[in-house]
C-alpha cells in the first residue's frame, strides 16, 4: 500500500459516520422489537453496531417468602418472628427494618445491631444483654446476611459468608437485530 493509499484510508477513517440511535424501552424481562418498515442497508458500506446503555434499577427482590425471617428473643423465652415483606433491601434497611419491629413489639431496640464490615463484605450482628437470634427458622434471612442457620447469643457476631444481598447479579443481553435475505 502506497503512502498515498495509506493517507487515504486514515481520512476515510477519521471521518465523522453517521449514527443513529434507537431506544426500547419494556416493563417486562423480554423486549421485541421490530421495524416496519426494516431498514434497508447499503451493501457498498460497512456497519456497526453497538449496545450502548443498559440501564436497570434496583427493583429485584432480595427478599421474599422464602428468605424473609428474622427470629429474635430479648430473654430466651418469649421467640418473636420477624417477617419481611417482600422487596429489594440493603443493610441498613435490614437492620432499620429489625429495630422498628422491635419497638413496635415493646423491647429494647438496642439489643440487636446489625451493620457491614466493608473490608470483609460480611454482615456483623452485634447482640446485647439477653438477647438470642436463632437463624435455623424456616424461611431465615441468615443466607441474605450471610450467616448459618444456627442460634446467635450475646457478642459480636460476623457472619461466616460474605452478605448476599443481591439476588441477581448479571443480567444477559442478547441482541437478534440483524436478519434478513443477503
Given amino acids: 500500500m502506497s503512502d498515498a493509499e495509506l493517507l487515504q484510508k ?22 421485541k422489537t421490530t421495524f416496519n418498515p426494516p431498514s434497508d442497508l447499503d451493501k457498498m458500506r460497512k456497519y456497526e453496531m453497538a449496545l450502548v446503555n443498559l440501564e436497570t434499577y434496583h427493583s429485584f427482590p432480595n427478599i ?19 417477617r419481611f415483606p417482600e422487596g429489594r433491601y440493603d443493610l441498613i434497611d435490614i437492620a432499620e427494618t429489625i429495630k422498628i419491629a422491635k419497638k413496635r413489639n ?16 460480611k454482615s456483623v450482628m452485634e ?6 437470634v436463632d437463624l435455623r427458622v424456616r424461611n431465615s434471612i441468615a443466607s441474605v446476611l450471610g450467616f448459618r442457620n444456627q442460634v446467635y447469643k450475646e457478642g459480636l457476631c460476623e457472619s461466616e459468608s460474605v452478605i448476599n444481598i443481591l439476588s441477581i447479579n448479571s443480567i444477559l443481553v442478547n441482541v437478534d437485530i440483524i436478519g434478513g435475505l443477503m
Fill in 64 to 82: 421474599d417468602s422464602s428468605n424473609n425471617v428474622f427470629r429474635n428473643s430479648p430473654d430466651g423465652s418469649q421467640w418473636v418472628d420477624i
Fill in 106 to 121: 415493646g423491647h429494647n431496640d438496642d439489643g440487636i445491631k446489625i451493620t457491614a464490615n466493608t473490608n470483609t463484605l
Fill in 127 to 132: 447482640i446485647q444483654g439477653d438477647f438470642i
Fill in 10 to 31: 486514515i481520512v476515510q477513517n477519521t471521518e465523522p459516520k453517521t449514527s443513529t440511535q434507537i431506544v426500547v424501552s419494556e416493563n417486562s424481562t423480554k423486549i
